[in-house]
């Protein structure tokens, strides 16, 4: 899947100082989407997840 397909923009606002770094690691409540949660997650969809 293809954020840009599913999106007009994408925002990132917490920038750094190098080019490349992990979104991760500016989040402090990180983790994995299934394949089925991402798309319902952009959809407004409510996620029960276990982590």
Do not use: H
């Amino acid at each position: 899947m293809n954020a840009a397909a599913l999106a007009n923009e994408i925002y990132c606002a917490n920038i750094r100082a190098t080019c490349q770094f992990a979104v991760a690691d500016a989040n402090e409540s990180w983790y994995d989407l299934t394949r089925k949660a991402a798309p319902d997650l952009l959809e407004g969809k409510t996620l029960e997840v276990s982590r």
